[in-house]
């Protein structure tokens, strides 16, 4: 009985590192047949927005293929989400783009190789960041600057996909340069491209909103007809392919995909030159970063409406084993995608076991099907980017931002006309020092309330807000944020200027909000404690907590103190005087 304790406990244990052992013991037929006929769908969906997605990192059409078949059974090992859906996602390719586009690279092999490290190096520090528990550092963007950046990054992408729609040459990796050069070669609009390209948009646009309906209207359900609606660019690709094929559209200037070879995924390994991981190391973290936040937004609210767990720092683990599994089998920077997840949950996946069965789905249409897709223009791949990134674009951020606080408006709007105007990795690496700065800026001017007991309770309120009770010689300072060293010179200079003003004999701190006491804002204290001293006026501490009060008892601060520690602000004003 005791051995098979203990080797349940350790099953158990296991489990939490490789989470497939957990759900995989209560696998049934059930779970099997939702997350086949997920799969089915999620594949549908999958084959030409990998193929699309590769193209706009500047790769091979197969290498967003091989990216969506080892990755998805990596994710369904060690990830934790039941619906979320790993692969090539936009964002991520653009980022990709840029990155790899930035080292001026002599040779398409090159490129290639370069894309696989980046997928390796972002796989390692996303599995450094599980193994340490550092998936905190995704904090370091906040969420306006988050939406800020993808609403850029889907103009961007937008706007680079526009070259493909009319058929000419286009670069830059900034709005203004990308409209330069389109505005440059205008004048070699291929017309024939500019009508696939512009109906495939037009279709896809009305698939979005008018396929469901048409599909309910012959009798198939609201779930299974909103799951196949998004799944409509599959018919744009076959109709565009088969119109290409029979008017013979290469011959006509019309670019398409050509060959895709077809076969397993190669075996690949990434390069180990330690010039190439120096240039590829920053871009490699804000990939990282950047997917690991898209990721766990999308997994969490998901997992939220079945009342699911998401362990946010096994999930960096499953997407860096996913990030190199994409580097040892020809793919590139993978991370979970939004559309392709929600459409996975809506399609009724129980279990991660739908993405392995959607990675033998690619795998078959990598085996079988890239023959069909020689004659696919490029152009309706463009479109399916265009339409699939113009729904991350959200300008009400900046209405919101703007109504609610003028700061993150600020950082909002700076990442927005960063991103457009000097690429991804300026604008993203802008938008985390952006927050940064404003989360120093708004502690190191934190809110101090002067406070009185409301009549008939033992509660305190801010004597500008409320009708409260107070005491000439006695002021209560209640400080809204944690004393560390960027506001401790400001709450010094607000509580001298204070307590200057005659009168008073007590000053008590009110530290029900303060979670933390830093060694500069000790030392503050102290310098307070004294001059104030010297003026005939006692410190007191109020509703002090555990953890504060601990670091205290560690230094002579107590000692010193010339008032004292009241575990309640009720009890220092009784204390310290009756109020009038």
Request: include cysteine; proline fraction near 4%; charged fraction near 15%.
């Amino acid at each position: 009985m005791n051995v098979i304790k203990a080797m349940a406990a350790r099953g158990a244990a296991l489990g939490q590192f490789v989470p497939l052992l957990d759900w995989g013991r209560r696998y049934d037929q059930g779970a099997f047949s939702a997350d086949l006929l997920a799969a089915v769908i999620v594949t549908i969906m999958l084959i030409p927005q990998s193929l699309a997605y590769a193209l706009l990192a500047g790769l091979p059409a197969e290498m967003g293929l091989y990216a969506s078949i080892l990755p998805l059974v990596a994710y369904a090992i060690f990830g934790t989400s039941r619906a979320l859906a790993v692969g090539p996602v936009a964002v991520v390719s653009l980022m990709t783009a840029a990155a790899v586009g930035n080292l001026d690279l002599p040779s398409q092999a090159d490129y290639i190789a370069a894309a696989i490290t980046l997928a390796f190096l972002s796989g390692l520090i996303l599995l450094v960041m599980g193994v340490f528990r550092l998936g905190f550092l995704a904090n370091f963007l906040s969420h306006p600057v988050i939406a800020g950046f993808i609403t850029a990054s889907g103009l961007l992408i937008a706007t680079s996909q526009l070259k493909h729609i009319l058929g000419i040459e286009a670069h830059g990796h900034s709005l203004i340069n990308l409209f330069g050069s389109l505005f440059a070669h205008l004048g070699q609009t291929n017309l024939i491209t500019l009508v696939i390209g512009a109906a495939s948009v037009a279709f896809l646009f009305w698939v979005r909103k008018g396929l469901k309906p048409l599909l309910m209207s012959l009798g198939l359900g609201d779930r299974l007809a909103g799951s196949l609606a998004k799944a409509g660019p599959v018919g744009a690709v076959v109709v565009t392919t088969l119109i290409s094929w029979g008017f013979d559209l290469q011959s006509k200037g019309v670019a398409i995909v050509g060959d895709v070879p077809q076969g397993l995924p190669p075996l690949t390994m990434p390069s180990f030159d330690a010039d190439l991981w120096t240039s590829l190391f920053g871009s490699a973290l804000l990939i990282s970063i950047i997917g690991f936040v898209e990721s766990i937004s999308v997994a969490q609210t998901l997992a939220a409406k079945k009342r699911q767990r998401i362990v946010p720092d096994q999930e960096l683990v499953g997407l860096g084993a996913s990030n190199i599994a994409a580097a040892m089998s020809g793919g590139y920077p993978v991370t979970g995608g939004f559309a392709r997840s929600v459409v996975n949950f809506d399609a009724g996946a129980e279990t991660p076991a739908a993405g392995a069965f959607t990675a033998i789905g690619i795998l078959l249409a990598a085996m079988f099907l890239t023959p069909l897709l020689y004659f696919l223009p490029k152009a309706t791949l463009a479109a399916t980017i265009i339409v699939a990134v113009l729904g991350l674009v959200d300008f009400h951020i900046l209405k919101a931002t703007w109504r609610y606080h003028r700061a993150d408006f600020t950082a909002v709007l700076a990442t927005i006309l960063l991103t457009l105007g000097f690429g991804v990795e300026i604008g993203v690496s802008a938008g985390v020092v952006l927050s940064i700065v404003l989360y120093l800026y708004k502690t190191s001017r934190p809110h101090i309330a002067e406070v009185g007991l409301v009549p008939g309770t033992q509660h305190f309120r801010n004597i500008d807000r409320h009708n409260v009770l107070t005491h000439p010689e006695l002021v209560t300072l209640r400080l809204d944020e944690n004393l560390y060293f960027a506001n401790a010179r400001y709450i010094e200079d607000y509580l001298l200027e204070r307590t200057g003003r005659g009168g008073l004999k007590h000053v008590v701190l009110m530290c029900s909000a303060v979670n933390e006491i830093d060694l500069s804002a000790l030392e503050t204290l102290e310098e307070l404690e004294r001059q104030l001293s010297d003026s005939g006026i006692t410190l007191s501490l109020s509703e002090v907590k555990g953890p504060v009060m601990d670091r205290l008892q560690r230094t002579d601060f107590l000692v010193h103190l010339s008032g004292d520690v009241y575990l309640t602000q009720y009890a220092a004003m009784r204390a310290l005087g009756p109020v009038n």
